[in-house]
């Protein structure tokens, strides 16, 4: 049933104020992307007398720190992530909508929305939060993303699962031990904390989960290999960053720095003039923000990002913010980081800066990033955490590291049924969801086979 006064994607043959009642006079709140900002932003708005309507592209808000745990099998997909409609069903002044939106009108006010049905459908605002997140950059080398695909949604941890899964069944297959090598060698580019946390969780997946299930191959031979242009964990102190690029030796992940990848393709890649041969690689180094500064046509950072202000609205647009991995903004002469953290203070600001104004209080101070600190797991029982002065790593880390990362989790069924899986696994070793999910197992006879069977009758 819809919500009194707003429909579901209209038809885009009206003007845009058609599709809000006016009647009761609330304003309207847009809130593009129900990511980390998307969510914190529409929390803060729950008691606000305005509609709130968060648009996003997918049904679900996914928790993206734990994806690459989808990818080695050790959780299922629906425990990282929620119906967006599900977490906003007792909160009555929120409508979600599933659609893509595809640009801004600053001028009329809208923004422009596409879903399966309808095409650049305009919804006006009053106000509008853009919280649209980010996507993989390959750093000019787009070609790369066929061979090395990334690590940002769902499907692409599902992907990258079934690639892994099926090296393995393929080796096992294969009679030719030559070939067993290339097939066996996994390559993460990118040693950031995806990277490493992916290196680290496959080490444990081939050495323990996979050990006594094959015959012809033993999966503990299978190499991994990171590599990056710098550092391991490049952004964590000097001392963190050694302490995880030792506990990496020690799962047996060869680390390869300071060179880029010179070419990658469906053999492999190529590093420091040499070839790795490979049939799985994946990407987790850089990422790009989504287009937000091309439909807002303002300014941007050199990696795209939004510049906003100091209350994250745009320049000369007080009714525009821009929140999360899409924004920059400079605090103590640095840009912030693109983390879960900053999405959430960032959207909850937002959220609460709107909600102030509607019902006419003080406005809130200009934004103020409080660094709570960041983590990285490498491995079982082993995490680095950095938070002001304290640097620490180990299992104590590790702990707080998974306290943390349960706390965060959008409902506490998720919370459960992750912590159990945790638990499970770290006693036994084994892991939930080692599936391989062809999308094409029930595809009919393809029509050139039924040509030829027709031809042949
Ligand atoms: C693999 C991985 C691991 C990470 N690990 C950590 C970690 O350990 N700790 C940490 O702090 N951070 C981590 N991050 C970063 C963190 O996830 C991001 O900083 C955070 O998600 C940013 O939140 P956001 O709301 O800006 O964007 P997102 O969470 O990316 O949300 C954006 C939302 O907008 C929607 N959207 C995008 N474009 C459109 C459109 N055109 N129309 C409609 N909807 C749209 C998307 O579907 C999505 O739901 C990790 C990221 C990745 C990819």
């Known amino acids: ?251 047996g992940v060869e680390v390869l720095l300071g060179h880029s990848v010179d070419q990658i393709d469906s053999d492999g890649i190529v590093v420091a003039g040499q070839r790795i041969a490979s049939k799985t690689v994946i990407w987790t180094a850089g990422v790009a923000p989504s287009p937000a500064g091309k439909w807002l046509n303002a300014e941007t950072d050199r990696a795209g990002r939004v510049r906003i202000q100091k209350d994250l609205t745009v320049p000369e647009h007080p009714e525009i913010f821009v929140v999360g991995d899409t924004a920059s903004l400079d605090q103590n002469g640095k840009p912030l980081p693109g983390v879960a953290q900053v999405a959430m203070q960032q959207g909850r600001y937002a959220g609460k800066l709107i909600h102030n104004r509607i019902v006419g209080s003080p406005l809130p101070g200009p934004f103020s990033y409080f660094d709570k600190g960041t983590m990285a797991v490498v491995g079982k029982g082993f995490a680095v955490l950095q938070s002001g002065k304290v640097q620490v790593s180990g299992f104590g880390a590790w702990l707080t590291w998974a306290a943390v990362h349960l706390q965060f989790l959008a409902t506490s069924s998720l919370r459960l049924s992750v912590f159990l899986q945790w638990v499970w696994t770290y006693v036994t070793g084994q892991r939930g969801d080692r599936l391989i999910v062809s999308h094409h197992d029930s595809a009919p006879v393809s029509t050139p086979v039924k040509e030829a069977v027709r031809g042949a009758a």
């Open 1 to 251: 049933m819809r919500q009194k006064g707003v429909s579901a994607l209209p038809t885009n043959t009206g003007r845009a104020s058609l599709f809000i009642n006016m009647s009761d006079h609330l304003p309207v709140v847009v809130i593009v992307g129900g990511g980390f900002a998307g969510l914190a932003a529409a929390k803060a708005l729950r008691k606000t007398p305005a509609k709130v309507l968060l648009i996003d592209r997918t049904n679900h808000h996914l928790f993206q720190p734990l994806l690459y745990q989808v990818a080695t099998s050790e959780l299922a997909p629906g425990q990282i992530a929620t119906p967006i409609r599900s977490i906003f069903r007792n909160q009555k002044n929120t409508t979600v909508i599933l659609g893509e939106v595809t640009g801004v009108d600053k001028a009329q006010k809208c923004v422009i929305v596409s879903d399966a049905d309808r095409q650049n459908v305009p919804i006006a605002y009053e106000y509008l939060i853009l919280a649209t997140g980010a996507s993989h950059s390959y750093f000019g080398h787009n070609e790369f993303a066929e061979y090395a695909p990334g690590l940002k949604s769902l499907a692409d941890a599902e992907a990258a699962r079934n690639k892994i899964l099926q090296a393995f069944e393929l080796a096992e297959a294969e009679e030719d031990p030559n070939r067993h090598r290339d097939l066996l060698t996994f390559i993460l580019v990118g040693a950031g904390p995806t990277g490493v946390e992916m290196a680290g969780a496959l080490a444990i997946f081939v050495r323990s989960t996979l050990k006594s299930d094959f015959r012809r191959i033993d999966p503990a031979s299978a190499r991994i290999v990171l590599v990056d242009t710098a550092h391991v964990l490049g952004t964590f102190s000097e001392s963190l960053s050694k302490a995880a690029k030792q506990r990496l030796a020690k799962l």
